[in-house]
């Protein structure tokens, strides 16, 4: 197949057209509308076939979590999601995994209402680009720096599903077919948390999405922010399905280090914790406070029962590792 013909028949028509987009795919660049007083926001992360997923992963799976994970660094801004480009780097042409790619690919961009503008197609090795372009109205983004002593640390959602599903995957770890679905799903199918991330725009002082696991990354808002954090390990949010299918140590394990979560960590001054609470009342995800900033620039310390807490597992995932 041509890579004209693999774009018109995979990519140009199949998701959401929105009326900010003045010329999308078809032209040597996409042209597109700013709202006025809105400041645009722009992530890319690719997902290499071997290092992001495992290479015998449902092509449906990976264009959903590539568009999951760009969607999630634009809601840890405060950002509404409006846009998106693919670049499409593939060995073949197979029409049956094109055909699955693309229906993952629109899920949730057409649940989002995000048009897919434009991207690139080449021949190479199984990779996936995605960018990923949102508004935020001018001065109230969302960034890791502001945390203060004192406010409150959240998450969203529940902790370490996505490191169990992985663990299952690579056959590591055991559990019943449903709790294993579940957890598989939550590994391939991650749920960014858009709508959460808008409604923090006012009341959060920092945010972060989680894809290298909780600790290396509120690890990111201690180290912008200029001070600490103390995490109680035993408020950590898990899930019955992994509470199942692993010992409560493993699970404060995954949960703290596994990456792939996609929840948002967010903190919150005294003064915004009953109004941030309210909101997600009305939301269909939780959000839990597992502890608090404090003063002790660059730590994140973990308590459990009022004593200080031993993590020896990995601080997330890191590419360049040095060992
Ligand atoms: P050019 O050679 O000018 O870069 P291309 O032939 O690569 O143009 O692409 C033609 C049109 O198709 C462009 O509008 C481009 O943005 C779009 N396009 C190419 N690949 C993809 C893709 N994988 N997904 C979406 N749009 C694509
Ligand atoms: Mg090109």
Known sequence: MKEFDLIERFF?????????????IGDDAAITQIPEKQNLAT????LVSGVHFLPDTPAEAVAYKAVAVNLSDLAAMGAEPAWISLSLSLPTTDEKWLESFSSGLFELS????VQLIGGDTVRGDLAVTITAQGFVPNDSALTRSGAKP?????VTGTLGDAGAGLEILKGELEANDEDAKYLI?????????VLAGT????????????????????????DASGCGALINVDKLPISDQLN????????IDLALAAGDDYELIFTVAEDYKSIVETAFASFNVNATCIGQIT???GKVDLRSNDEPFLHEGQRGYEHFDAS
Do not use: M
Request: hydrophobic content about 35%; aromatic content about 10%; charged content about 20%.
């Open 12 to 24: 140009k028509l199949g998701g959401h057209q929105r009326r900010d987009v003045i010329y999308g």
């Open 43 to 46: 992530t890319t992360d690719t």
């Open 110 to 113: 057409k649940y989002y209402s």
């Open 150 to 154: 004192g406010d409150w640390i959240y």
């Open 185 to 193: 799903h939550r590994h391939q199918y991650p749920s960014p948390r």
């Open 199 to 222: 409604a923090l725009r006012r009341s959060a002082s920092a945010c972060i999405d989680i894809s290298d696991g909780l600790l290396a990354d509120i690890q990111h808002i201690v």
């Open 244 to 251: 199942r299918v692993v010992f409560p140590h493993h699970a």
């Open 295 to 297: 003063g002790a620039v």
